[in-house]
């Protein structure tokens, strides 16, 4: 009698268990992910990292939830979310008309929810006595003008959303290739400046507010410059007030962009930012809230007297 090789039954039942067991646990997935629970990737503007890296741990300190955060360019994070690599940012600008369209044809309307107002800080060395500067002075400089008043203007990213906002203000579509300079982080410029007299660094506010850990001493050692917008007369810094009146010139909203086309935990998370307990966060790191957190104040009609 032939005998019958078992082999073959082995590997396709090894096949078949494989298949069940992914399909399983890519449907546990599926149910795991709520609004409010589950785990998820979001994009972030770099410029913007200190901020929601608050909001994610205190987001994960309340929910079952696991939110991991990746913050590059904004040239970056626009380019991966048209490639579909994923489908949650967090920007300082809304997504174009042409943006939206490669949305649409996706059958995917994006969810934008406003969150705060921030703004795009100056810097100089701490040992300069003068911490005003006029907006004029700055733009010209990027035109390619000649002033003597700034030695150098520092960037974090040639692809970021800081050079994006200064060159729409300047009028110009790139960076000038004499005065300007650029490094790859918002730490490095803040070093930068630090350590060299007479350049302007130009940074998201966040950052000096909310610096790391072994960033607080050379926050310590920059200013923050007042600024003079084009038309202005009075020098303002960039504070919750300043910008809540609209006096701070350098003053852009922040938005978080839902591309999932579903609910899910990017939702859950935008809710929470724009919720109560998030805009708390958002006060708290110097930056303006979209609505006010509430105060609750308790009156008392009676005082108590603790002596015998």
């Known amino acids: 009698m032939k005998k019958l090789s078992i082999f073959p039954y082995v590997v396709f039942l090894s096949l078949f268990a494989v298949v069940f067991a992914c399909k399983d646990a890519d449907g546990s997935k599926s149910k795991k992910d709520t609004i409010l ?13 200190p901020v929601i890296e608050d909001q994610i741990a205190v987001f994960e300190s309340v929910y079952p939830a696991k939110i991991t955060m990746k913050a590059k360019s904004e040239k970056e994070v626009i380019r991966s979310l048209i490639n579909d690599t994923l489908s949650i940012a967090i920007l300082s600008r ?12 996706k059958k995917i309307i994006p969810k934008v929810t406003p ?14 006595r003068d911490t005003l500067i006029a907006l ?24 970021s959303s800081t050079v994006r906002f200064m ?16 490094f790859k982080t918002n730490e490095e410029v803040i070093k930068y400046v630090a350590e060299n007299e007479g350049m302007i660094g130009v940074v998201g506010v966040n950052w000096l507010y909310q610096p790391s850990g072994n960033m607080k001493e050379i926050v310590k050692k920059v200013n923050v410059l007042s600024v003079k ?14 910008i809540a009146e609209g006096k701070y010139p350098l003053a852009r909203d922040l938005f978080i962009i839902n591309c999932q086309g579903s609910s899910g935990l990017g939702m859950g998370f935008a809710s929470f930012i724009a919720g109560e307990r998030g805009q708390r966060i958002i006060l708290k790191s110097g ?22």
């Open 37 to 49: 629970k589950g785990a998820t990737v979001i994009l972030v503007d770099e410029t913007l990292e």
């Open 94 to 105: 809304k997504l174009t008309v042409l943006e939206n369209k490669i949305f649409e044809e």
């Open 115 to 128: 969150f705060a107002t921030d703004g795009i800080a100056l810097i100089s060395n701490g040992k300069s």
């Open 136 to 159: 004029t002075d700055v733009l010209d400089l990027m035109k390619g003008k000649s002033q003597t008043t700034i030695k150098g203007l520092v960037f974090d990213n040639p692809n």
């Open 167 to 182: 060159n729409e203000l300047a009028g110009i579509l790139q960076l000038p290739e004499k005065g300007v300079f650029s």
């Open 229 to 242: 917008s084009e038309a202005g007369k009075e020098f303002y810094a960039p504070t919750q007030n300043n």
């Open 287 to 308: 930056l303006l809230p979209v609505r006010t957190p509430s105060r609750l104040i308790q009156i008392r009609t009676k005082t108590k007297n603790n002596k015998n």
